[in-house]
């Protein structure tokens, strides 16, 4: 017995039912538009900001946060003294003694030129942040980002020589390098080959 056109048309209507319901309604899967857009919404808002990068003469680039000092005084070739009385010495660095002339006052004068009193320096530290002496033990920029870095400069200029106290080690190989090239060069202490006796030496009376 063959379909009337009733039962075909019900039958029609059915399909197209079907057909419908499964092209337009969404899958259990399948997200819709506003919890996408909500997703969105929060991965941008619940990231973090890129770190705030460090460059400065020629340094890799850090993300170590540095604290203020406003320069009071430079004391010699490797210290100074900041306005809240903390005294601050130049890590890897040993800078001729003040009665070691003239040496002791031109790595002086050398330092007072980068930190004139009333500057603002920028201390970044090591593992340890003090000596036994209870000095400030840092690496000194001129600027919070992008600034010189003083122990660095002071060093390729020829003002100082390198020593290591361990822990603090950061930028050893760096340091000991710009040393190396201002002796080469002549420069600084080296400029006429009359500074013959490094600083740890004089302080033993060696020499």
Not at 15 to 42: I, W
Not at 111 to 121: E, H, N, P
Not at 143 to 151: M, Q, Y
Request: aromatic share 6%; with cysteine; net charge positive.
């Amino acid at each position: 017995m063959t379909d009337g056109p009733f039962l075909r048309s019900q039958r029609g209507h059915v399909a197209l039912f079907t057909l419908l319901v499964s092209c337009g309604a969404p899958s259990a899967d399948t997200p819709s538009l506003d919890a996408v857009s909500r997703n969105e919404v929060v991965a941008t808002t619940s990231s973090a900001p890129p770190a705030a990068t460090v460059a400065s003469d020629n340094d890799a680039q850090r993300t170590t946060p540095r604290d203020p000092c406003v320069i009071a005084a430079v004391s010699d070739g490797d210290s100074f003294r900041c306005r809240d009385d903390r005294r601050v010495r130049l890590l890897l660095l040993d800078a001729p003694e003040m009665d070691q002339a003239p040496f002791g006052v031109q790595a002086r004068d050398a330092l007072r030129a980068r930190l004139r009193r009333g500057d603002t320096a920028w201390l970044e530290y090591d593992v340890r942040r003090e000596d036994r002496y209870g000095r400030t033990l840092a690496h000194v920029y001129t600027a919070a980002r992008g600034g010189t870095h003083v122990n660095l400069a002071q060093a390729r200029d020829g003002w100082a020589v390198a020593v290591v106290f361990p822990p603090n080690v950061r930028d050893v190989e760096r340091i000991r390098a710009a040393v190396a090239e201002a002796r080469a060069a002549k420069r600084g202490l080296w400029a006429n080959g009359a500074f013959t006796c490094e600083p740890i030496a004089h302080k033993r009376g060696d020499c």
